[in-house]
């Protein structure tokens, strides 16, 4: 049976039974959407606010997921979409390219880190993982090293819900029950992780052992059998984790040494949500391969890309082609709202609003740490995290399933922010965020934190 959408605020019942029988909603039970309240059916947007079917307004503390850079309700890059549409929508990736496809490749060499000069399309950030896997072990063995399969990724980092960027996450404890085994070859050492740091160090006494550690894995298995290394270069999934000073040199220095391509997986660091058009750009750090999507084209289409520097690509000269495609990388009508995203953050400054309000938004939530349970406080431009504890001389989290986490997410939403938060509240804003915004959800996160303390008895 049809729904009618002309008025969906009349259709809100009719149109939240259908979604609940007929859409399974990702990372969620089956029926979330009928037995879940926090689960919405948004309608419009327009800036940092989305409206949902009932008409509440919230603000988008999430940017989605991560990744609205310039904000909801953009008609240009609509607009830029459905003139490309018109003429030429789509073209076989293997046969041939696009006008659009050219330039966005073009200008992402002109504005990625250092050398990184090459583009590979697809349709987003898992597949760009899984892409740059692919290029990784098959550069290596064009170059006469085919022994170096093995990846090593950081525990509790995220790179995606595809089988090989799941295996290179290191969020095994989330997927092991029902995906393992996981890829051959994977291995996992520890995050930069200060505040919970796995070596019971303090920096700079520590001298960065978290990047030494894996300088000893990649000696312990044998460098010629190593691939790659892959890192955020700030991790979202681990809690808003920034690496100390110094580590991400030490680590391009470690990978150089033995050999060992470094992939700087930016999908969601990039595009300016740091204060930096990349992350990198905070340590003067080139990746060998740099994996982007979410704000490439901020979710108006799906796309995303692999950056390669010039000596990857050139191992496939020749006979040597890439033996990996994507049915719908380089879609040239996603590659025009790319383009059309990309000027408006550079046009209107958005690189630069991230870094001023981050600033500012940083400062509001350093004046949270009056509340009992916040143990920590991180961000690099707009992406930031509070990261909640029991105890701040134990650190004892609270458990995702817990009801203090489930009240502090209903009183989240209660008054007007949709974010994500467990332990850790994070925040990664559209970079249009205004200053008013910005104070709005530090006072919400201030007025919840508190409900939470008094009702649970941690005030």
Known sequence: MSIAITDPASNEAALREAGSEHIFMHASPYRALAKDMGK??????????????????????????????????????????????????YASSTQATTIPAIQLAT?????????????????????????AIKIARQYHYHNGEPKRQKVIGRRGSYHGATYGAMSVSGTRPNAEPYHSPFMHGVLHASPPYCYRCDFRQTFPACDLLCADQIEQMIQYESPETVAAVIAEPVSASNGIVIPPDGYWKRLREICDKHGVLLITDEVINGFGRTGKMFASEHWDLVGDILTMAKGLSSGYAPIGAVMCRPHVVE???????????LTYGGHAAACAAALANI???????LVENSA???AHLLEGLNGLRHHPIVGDVRGLGLIAGVELVKDRETKEKFAESSDEIKHLNDGLQERGLLTRANHIISLSPPLCITKDEVERIVSILDDAIGDLERTFGYA
């Open 315 to 325: 191992a496939f000269e020749g006979d040597n082609k890439l033996t990996h495609l």
């Open 40 to 89: 919405r059916i948004l309608v419009e947007g327009k800036g940092c606010i989305v409206k949902d079917i009932d008409g509440n307004e919230f603000i988008d503390a999430l940017a989605g997921l991560w990744l609205v850079n310039v904000g909801h309700g953009r008609s240009e890059i609509g607009d830029a979409m459905a003139k490309q549409a018109s003429m030429l929508a």
């Open 356 to 358: 001023k309000m981050g």
């Open 343 to 349: 000027a408006i953050i550079e046009n209107e400054g």
């Open 107 to 131: 200008h992402l060499a002109e504005i990625t880190p250092g050398d990184l000069g090459t583009a590979f399309f697809c349709s987003g950030g898992s597949e760009a993982v899984e892409s």
